[in-house]
């Protein structure tokens, strides 16, 4: 966050905090999305099939 700060890419009052899974277990649902859609990206598009229509890119 501090080097894309410092690039003038992340505005400056936009802050991250790291959370544990059981603080926050609505994290768990964008790990599984990323997840399912790099694994698609590589070639394994399994777990992707099953939210395909679920999702739309933008």
Avoid: C, K, N, Y
Wanted: charged share 30%.
């Amino acid at each position: 966050m501090d080097a894309l700060r410092g690039a003038g890419r992340v505005e400056r009052g936009l802050r991250a905090q790291w959370r544990r899974s059981t603080d926050e277990p609505l994290l768990w649902l964008a790990d599984v999305l990323v997840g399912s859609v790099v694994w698609w990206l590589g070639g394994e598009g399994e777990s992707f099939d099953i939210i395909r229509q679920m999702i739309e890119f933008l």
